[in-house]
């Protein structure tokens, strides 16, 4: 992936390490430590973490400084909506313009996310995913949809998706169908793969989340009916 300044390179190794669960949300981000990582000065990881700011990956707090932005669960489903119709723009004209030499290095990746997946370390996996969209999408050459979608991306709960069981791999069939329509330059059939792709994830956190709520309501009822006893007597 090529970076035009600093700034993209901070901003890029910031999103990745966000997306991933490098950097959990709600912890607080050192700049110098990222420089020194980066081997670069404060000046651009400043300059990188004022546009995560604007994207929504990180908010400032007085007291704290720079923290990884908290989800907003409430706004899923709309986001939903949103990443499907903009990421299926993507990979349609990504099919349409994508070279040998780019869909090579797609492959590479794709590779890299099945030995992530084998190595059982979900954080190299979502990592490695994001930068298998990424090389997919900048295929595409639409910058300001690639840019739209990088700020939904932000607000979505990719770290939790990919804590659920056996989805990671069931991520890696969905990449290999994706990358093969791809290779097939068929863009309605990787149009419709990316967008079984996405919604499938979010199928399965919604019905994890569902049995989370059950479950909460059903430990609760117990310590109710003691209450409502107790106050009986």
Same mark, same amino acid.
């Given at each position: 992936?090529?970076? &035009?300044?600093?700034e993209?390179l901070?901003?890029?190794? !910031?999103?990745?390490?966000?997306?991933?669960?490098?950097?959990?949300?709600?912890?607080?981000?050192? /700049?110098?430590?990222?420089a020194?990582?980066?081997?670069?000065?404060?000046?651009?990881?400043?300059?990188? !973490?004022?546009?995560?700011?604007?994207?929504?990956?990180?908010?400032?707090?007085?007291?704290?400084?720079?923290?990884?932005?908290?989800?907003?669960?409430?706004?899923?489903?709309?986001?939903?909506?949103?990443?499907?119709?903009?990421?299926?723009? !993507?990979?349609?004209?990504?099919?349409e313009?994508?070279?040998?030499a780019?869909? #090579?290095?797609?492959?590479?990746?794709?590779?890299?996310?099945? +030995?992530? @997946?084998?190595?059982?370390?979900?954080?190299?996996? &979502?990592?490695?995913?994001?930068?298998?969209?990424?090389?997919l999408? #900048?295929?595409?050459?639409? =910058?300001?949809?690639?840019?739209?979608?990088?700020?939904?991306?932000? +607000?979505?709960?990719?770290?939790?998706?990919? +804590?659920?069981?056996?989805?990671?791999?069931?991520? @890696? /069939?969905?990449?290999?169908?994706?990358? &093969?329509?791809?290779?097939?330059?068929?863009?309605?059939?990787? @149009?419709?793969?990316?967008?079984?792709?996405?919604?499938?994830?979010?199928?399965?956190?919604?019905?994890?989340?569902?049995?989370? &709520?059950?479950?909460a309501?059903?430990?609760?009822? =117990?310590?109710?009916?003691?209450?409502?006893?107790?106050?009986?007597?």
């Amino acid at each position: 992936m090529e970076y &035009r300044t600093k700034e993209d390179l901070v901003a890029d190794y !910031l999103r990745e390490g966000i997306i991933s669960g490098q950097f959990e949300r709600g912890c607080r981000l050192k /700049q110098a430590e990222i420089a020194e990582t980066l081997k670069l000065s404060i000046t651009p990881v400043r300059e990188a !973490l004022k546009l995560l700011e604007a994207e929504g990956y990180v908010t400032r707090e007085s007291h704290h400084g720079v923290m990884v932005a908290p989800f907003e669960h409430e706004a899923s489903d709309d986001i939903l909506g949103l990443r499907v119709q903009l990421e299926e723009r !993507l990979v349609r004209a990504a099919v349409e313009r994508i070279g040998d030499a780019a869909l #090579a290095e797609l492959a590479v990746i794709g590779k890299d996310f099945e +030995k992530a @997946v084998a190595s059982g370390s979900r954080t190299a996996a &979502r990592g490695v995913n994001y930068r298998f969209h990424c090389q997919l999408y #900048a295929q595409a050459d639409l =910058p300001q949809t690639f840019h739209f979608v990088k700020i939904l991306w932000a +607000k979505y709960p990719f770290d939790v998706i990919n +804590k659920l069981g056996g989805r990671t791999d069931r991520a @890696v /069939q969905e990449h290999r169908l994706l990358l &093969r329509h791809v290779a097939a330059r068929n863009a309605d059939k990787a @149009v419709l793969a990316i967008r079984t792709h996405i919604e499938k994830g979010w199928a399965e956190l919604r019905k994890h989340l569902q049995a989370q &709520r059950a479950a909460a309501a059903s430990a609760s009822a =117990p310590a109710k009916t003691r209450s409502s006893r107790a106050r009986a007597a």
